[in-house]
Antibody, heavy 121, light 108 residues
Framework: EVQLVQSGAEVKKPGESLKISCRASGFSFTTHWIAWVRQMPGKGLEWMGIIYPGDYETTYSPSFLGLVTISADKSISTVFLQWRSLEASDSATYYC??????????????WGQGTLVTVSS | EIVLTQSPGTLSLSPGERGTLSCRAS???????LAWYQQKPGQAPRLLIY???SRATGIPDRFSGSGSGTHFTLTISRLEPEDFAVYFCQQYDISPLTFGPGTKVDMK
């Protein structure tokens, strides 16, 4: 079964760092793009960026460039999303989602279950 | 950046009725690079349609997609109780990939 399993909910304070994960199984991890998508409470979906674990090529949305870092570890079939200094406005649910095998421009299926990040003092 | 606009914002229907959801793009999408997703409360989005009209694996045939250029439509032929949800369109023609704001289908 093709599956993406994300790390659990996080509660952090402003200024703290955070790294959440997305473990892939059931498909070739190094030949599919994997994206991160943000969903703020009660809002829509925002594409943050995408990584190709085969060669670690990464593309970011201009809205998120410089604010987060996307990385991957082929040895454990896992993609990461990282913040150096969280802000309250980073409170959201973050989803990873599998993209296509050939291009970063594709639809997404399946999606991880989501990681809720709460940033509050 | 391609902006997607969805209408209506909310669609109130009864089980068994037909639902028609619209997604308009701010510029023409080449090769109909448009997908539709369904999201239920507390769940991750689920892919319904890709390539504007191709159903994803396991999606019932009451869901159909159509359109090209700047105007796309998702049609639910006969609403089942499990179809009440929010529906998002997504373009994957030009980076950054973008989503529409969603249409909520709720029970009349």
């Amino acid at each position: 079964e093709v599956q993406l399993v994300q790390s659990g909910a996080e509660v952090k304070k402003p200024g703290e760092s955070l790294k959440i994960s997305c473990r892939a199984s059931g498909f070739s991890f190094t030949t599919h793009w994997i994206a991160w998508v943000r969903q703020m409470p009660g809002k829509g979906l925002e594409w943050m960026g995408i990584i190709y674990p085969g060669d670690y090529e990464t593309t970011y949305s201009p809205s998120f460039l410089g604010l987060v870092t996307i990385s991957a570890d082929k040895s454990i079939s896992t993609v990461f999303l990282q913040w150096r200094s969280l802000e309250a406005s980073d409170s959201a649910t973050y989803y990873c989602a599998r993209g296509g095998p050939l291009t970063p421009s594709a639809w997404f299926a399946p999606w991880g279950q989501g990681t809720l990040v709460t940033v509050s003092s | 950046e391609i902006v997607l606009t969805q209408s209506p914002g909310t669609l109130s229907l009864s089980p068994g009725e037909r639902g028609t959801l619209s997604c308009r793009a701010s510029q023409s999408l080449t090769s109909s690079y448009l997908a539709w997703y369904q999201q239920k409360p507390g769940q991750a989005p689920r892919l319904l349609i890709y390539g504007a009209s191709s159903r994803a694996t396991g999606i019932p045939d009451r869901f159909s997609g159509s359109g090209s250029g700047t105007h796309f439509t998702l049609t639910i032929s006969r609403l089942e109780p499990e179809d009440f949800a929010v529906y998002f369109c997504q373009q994957y023609d030009i980076s950054p990939l973008t989503f529409g704001p969603g249409t909520k289908v709720d029970m009349k």
